[in-house]
């Protein structure tokens, strides 16, 4: 009994596949009976629909189908959005990436980098972490670094750009996740009694992200790890630059620094 009762789950298995394979669609073949315009506006339809799905079907048969058509370059824009609006992110990056190869000279091109970022940026963050705000400093934060590095594409290559001012906004909040990052590990090392690498973590947070809200975290931990290696004058010069640019922290020294 339990044999057949395995059999016929396999062959309900195999019947599911044979018929998932049978019922999907190639691109050539979608929508052949419709001209390009048809395809391109009902798959605008579809984005204003919300259909997510429909549209990228119609684009992506509108790019196999009629690769040169006037419109297909716009196509391959609507599927990063639609992808994005799907929340298919890694398909979203790969459909943006296509289209920066392809179309470099694009002047949507900008829109493609824009919506890289983004898309990097969520595929990063799993549902939890957008319900409950977990912070991305403790993280993985490759795909954070590439999200960076794409809406700086956008601002220092098209600064007259539509999307520059939100990428440079983006920039600043991303810049901070990645310095809290340094000032984590560095903390970790210290805890730990490992001062070299605490201090080198420090030194990093400090040099690449000037003006970052956890800089002056970096260099107070970077001077208590200089403090427990013995090295006074490079313990001291920390201090100068503390005192020099962040007045405020002197207020309550000894507390914020342990010092006594």
Not at 142 to 157: G, L
Not at 191 to 211: D, E, H, S
Request: glycine fraction near 4%; charged fraction near 20%.
């Amino acid at each position: 009994m339990v044999k057949k009762i395995k059999c016929l789950f396999g062959m309900m298995v195999l019947t599911g596949l044979i018929s998932a394979c049978a019922s999907s669609t190639d691109p050539a073949d979608a929508y052949k009976n419709e001209s390009s315009q048809q395809i391109y506006n009902k798959g605008r339809v579809a984005l204003q629909e919300k259909s997510y799905s429909e549209a990228v079907k119609r684009f992506e048969a509108l790019d196999v189908q009629y690769p040169y058509d006037k419109d297909t370059e716009s196509a391959q824009l609507y599927i990063i959005y639609a992808y994005y609006m799907k929340e298919d992110y890694i398909l979203a990056v790969a459909a943006a990436d296509r289209f920066i190869r392809l179309h470099p000279t694009n002047p949507h091109v900008d829109y493609a980098y824009y919506m890289r970022g983004i898309s990097n940026y969520y595929q990063n963050m799993g549902i939890l972490e957008r319900m409950f705000l977990v912070d991305l400093a403790t993280r993985d934060l490759s795909q954070i670094q590439k999200s960076y590095n794409d809406f700086n594409e956008v601002v220092t290559r098209f600064p007259q750009s539509y999307y520059a001012p939100s990428a440079h906004q983006y920039m600043v909040y991303l810049r901070n996740v990645l310095a809290n990052h340094e000032l984590h590990v560095a903390e970790y090392y210290y805890n730990r009694k490992a001062y070299v690498a605490a201090a080198n973590r420090a030194t990093i947070l400090v040099t690449q992200y000037q003006g970052a809200p956890a800089t002056v975290n970096g260099l107070v931990l970077m001077a208590k790890a200089y403090r427990k290696l013995g090295l006074t004058k490079m313990e001291q010069d920390t201090l100068t630059v503390i005192r020099y640019n962040y007045p405020d922290v002197i207020i309550d020294w000894n507390a914020t620094y342990n010092l006594g």
